[in-house]
């Protein structure tokens, strides 16, 4: 079956750090753009960052450029946002997807909730 | 406020057909693919349309998408109470160097 599974979310004071993964199952994830995709509470989709097929090209938003960073490790088909100095708005349920943003993001996981709080 | 602007909100009867516009900019819309994404009720997004007008395989051909200058629109037929649901446009924005969505359109099917 094809899938990505998210896990790693949880709360976490403002300032703390995170890291989130996701497991990829069912297709060659090596050949695979991969995404990270937020969601605050009642709110819309937000775009967070993307990978290419070889970890070489990296993309990040603004709001989180220089404390965010995304990874991938292929013989693990693992994805990775490592997310440091959490702030309250970075409160969101957190969606990896296959793909970009350029040819659609045909595959979602479930998503895993972040909660930056004190 | 998004980069892409969608209506927040459009609703039609059951049957009836409905449209759902995505405005951009040149340096979004106007440079790259458009695609559409539904979102039901307390469940991740779903590819609707990739690439302005192509279906991923299992999508119904109920679900259009055109696009045109820096506008892109969705288009659904035969709208059935399943169909109620969050929709949103996203492009990568080539002077952002980022992905961006449009801030969703919530459909009421009547």
């Known amino acids: 079956e094809v899938q990505v599974v998210e896990s790693g979310g949880g709360l976490v004071q403002p300032g703390g750090s995170l890291r989130l993964s996701c497991a990829a199952s069912g297709f060659t994830f090596s050949s695979s753009w991969m995404t990270w995709v937020r969601q605050a509470p009642g709110k819309g989709l937000e775009w967070v960052a993307n990978?290419?097929?070889?970890?070489?090209?990296?993309f990040h938003v603004d709001a989180v450029r220089g404390r965010f960073t995304i990874s991938r490790d292929n013989p693990k088909n693992s994805l990775y946002l490592e997310m440091n100095s959490l702030r309250v708005e970075d409160t969101a349920v957190y969606y990896c997807?296959?793909?970009?943003?350029?040819?659609?993001?045909?595959?979602w996981g479930q998503g895993t909730t972040v909660t930056v709080s004190s | 406020q998004s980069v892409l602007t969608q209506p927040p909100s459009v609703s039609a009867a059951p049957g009836q057909k409905v449209t759902i516009s995505c405005s951009g900019r040149?340096?979004?819309?106007?440079?790259?693919?458009v695609s559409w994404y539904q979102q039901l009720p307390g469940t991740a997004p779903k590819l609707l349309i990739c690439?302005?007008?192509k279906r991923p395989s299992g999508i119904p051909d109920r679900f259009s998408g055109s696009k045109s200058g820096t506008s892109a629109t969705l288009g659904i037929t035969g709208l059935q109470t399943g169909d109620e649901a969050d929709y949103y446009c996203a492009v990568w924005d080539r002077s952002l160097s980022a992905g961006v969505f449009g801030g969703g359109t919530k459909l009421t099917v009547l």
């Open positions: 997807a296959k793909g970009r943003m350029t040819y659609g993001m045909d595959i």
């Open positions: 690439e302005n007008d």
């Open positions: 990978i290419n097929e070889d970890g070489n090209h990296k």
């Open positions: 040149s340096s979004n819309i106007g440079s790259d693919h």
